[in-house]
C-alpha cells in the first residue's frame, strides 16, 4: 500500500500563518459534507462490491469530483481508516460488555470470535487489515491498533502465557484473528461456521 502523506486526510484543514507557523481550523460546512458524502458512499460501495473497489466510482456515489476525494483521503488506506472507526469503536464497546458480564477466559474466547467476525465486515477487508498490519505509515494500522490493545488485556486478564511468558503473544493472536478473518471472508461463513473455525484455532490458546 501507499504510504501515507503527513498532514493531509483529517477532519480539519491547516493553514499557516506569517506569525504562529501552522494552525489548524475546522473544516468548512460545505467540505464537513462533502467528507461526510465520500464515507457515506464509501461504506456503501464496500458494502456491495468490497474494499478494493473503484475510488473513482465512490466519488461518482457521493457525487464529488475526484479531486475532491483525494483531497479529503490521498489513499485508499486514508478513506479506509476513516470509514471503518465506527466499526472499531462498536467493538471496543462490546469488548467492555463482555469484560463486565463473563469470567476472563470466556470473554476472551468470545471477544476472538467477535473481532474475527467484525474484521470481515466488508469483502477483502481481512486481506487489507492484513497488509496495512506491517505498514508503520499506515493510518489502518494506526485505526486498529486498539484491537490489538484489547486483545493484548484480554489475554492478561484471562492469564494466557502466565506460566510460560512469552509463549502466546497478543501481536500473534491478533495476526491468527486476521487469518481467521480472511478465511471466513473467502469461505463465506455464516456467524454459527464462524465460531465453529475460531474455536477449532484458538483451543490451544484456551485450553
Known amino acids: 500500500m501507499v504510504p501515507v502523506p503527513r498532514g493531509v486526510g483529517g477532519a480539519r484543514e ?34 456491495v462490491e468490497g474494499v478494493l473497489t473503484s475510488l473513482d466510482g465512490i466519488a461518482a456515489r457521493a457525487g464529488v469530483g475526484n479531486a475532491t476525494l483525494y483531497r479529503n483521503f490521498p489513499t485508499r488506506d486514508d478513506l479506509l ?36 467476525w467484525r474484521l470481515r465486515i466488508w469483502h477483502d477487508l481481512p486481506y487489507c487489515l492484513a497488509t496495512a498490519h506491517e505498514d508503520t505509515t499506515s493510518p489502518v494500522q494506526s485505526a486498529c491498533n486498539p484491537l490489538l490493545q484489547r486483545t493484548a488485556a484480554l489475554l492478561a486478564r484471562a492469564g494466557v502465557g502466565e506460566n510460560t511468558p512469552g509463549t502466546i503473544s497478543a501481536e500473534e493472536v491478533y495476526e491468527l484473528v486476521l487469518a481467521l478473518s480472511w478465511a471466513v471472508d473467502r469461505f463465506k461463513d455464516d456467524e454459527v461456521a464462524t465460531r465453529r473455525r ?10
Open 14 to 47: 491547516r493553514s499557516r500563518t506569517a506569525d504562529t507557523g501552522e494552525v489548524t481550523r475546522p473544516l468548512r460546512a460545505d467540505a464537513r459534507r462533502n467528507r461526510e458524502a465520500i464515507l457515506r458512499a464509501a461504506r456503501e460501495a464496500f458494502e
Open 81 to 116: 481508516a476513516a470509514a471503518i472507526q465506527d466499526s472499531i469503536t462498536e467493538t471496543l464497546a462490546e469488548a467492555d460488555e463482555l469484560s463486565r458480564t463473563l469470567t476472563p477466559r470466556a470473554a476472551l474466547g468470545e471477544w476472538l470470535v467477535l473481532l474475527t
Open 198 to 207: 475460531v474455536g477449532m484455532a484458538t483451543a490451544g490458546i484456551l485450553a
